[in-house]
């Protein structure tokens, strides 16, 4: 079974500086997909980024970046210039391609961002 | 675009009482849906798989009977809490995958319902 490993279960930063949250998986699949999920105080889940595992370019969305390390199975997300909105529960999932669309989460780490 | 509405947001019911939670795709059809419950501070735990004009795939550990799914069209799946007791309080959301479009595009969350059982 697939498993999700958020490590750092709370995380702070300072505004306008960068901050790295960890994710590794577990899988024996060689086709799947990565997301990085935010999750405000509204509890409003909204995607940050994506990553299919077939495509060795890290994605970037804007201040978002991720460091995609297939035989590492690590799936890192960067946030530059870090602002008081990015404060979240950020979580790390993954999905199999052929599964049909079931995200397995990890555990959630917890930002806060410091002014 | 792919926009989820969940109702009803909060809901407090007495124990043994039976409550329903809708989701609903606004401008899409989902023929998938997706029921995570989420404690505070705690990740998603995915519930159940349901599908358009069939029976829902449960995960491993969840009452079928007590959490009761229906998926009738392409737009609105519904959970049901039956007989709730105050250890099903949680939180509960859900989650479409548009028909038509690629895995690769994720999810589309409804803004969640929080269930108090009193």
């Given at each position: 079974?697939?498993?999700?490993?958020?490590?750092?279960?709370?995380?702070?930063?300072?505004?306008?500086?960068?901050?790295?949250?960890?994710?590794?998986?577990?899988?024996?699949?060689?086709?799947?997909?990565?997301?990085?999920?935010?999750?405000?105080?509204?509890?409003?889940?909204?995607?940050?980024?994506?990553?299919?595992?077939?495509?060795?370019?890290?994605?970037?969305?804007?201040r978002f970046s991720v460091n995609f390390q297939k035989a590492a199975k690590s799936f890192s997300l960067k946030i530059s210039d870090s602002q008081l909105g990015d404060t979240a529960m950020y979580f790390c999932a993954f999905m199999r391609d052929n599964q049909g669309g079931k995200l397995i989460f990890g555990q959630g780490t917890e930002l806060s961002v410091k002014p | 675009g792919a926009v989820v509405s969940q109702h009803p947001s909060r809901v407090i019911c007495k124990s043994g009482t039976s409550v329903k939670i809708e989701c609903r795709s606004l401008d899409f059809q989902a023929t998938t849906m997706f029921w995570y419950r989420q404690f505070p501070k705690k990740s998603l735990m995915l519930m159940a798989t349901s599908n358009e004009g069939s029976k829902a795939t449960y995960e491993q550990g969840v009452e079928k009977d007590k959490f009761l799914i229906n998926h009738a069209s392409l737009t609105l799946s519904t959970l049901t809490v039956t007989s709730a007791h105050p250890e099903d309080s949680s939180f509960y959301i859900c989650s479409a995958l548009p028909g038509l479009r690629t895995l690769n595009y994720g999810y589309t969350f409804g803004s969640g319902t929080r269930l108090t059982v009193v």
């Open positions: 079974a697939q498993t999700v490993t958020q490590s750092q279960p709370e995380m702070s930063v300072q505004e306008a500086e960068t901050v790295t949250l960890s994710c590794t998986y577990d899988t024996s699949e060689s086709n799947y997909y990565l997301f990085w999920y935010k999750q405000p105080p509204s509890r409003q889940m909204i995607l940050v980024i994506r990553q299919e595992a077939y495509k060795q370019q890290n994605a970037t969305e804007n | -």
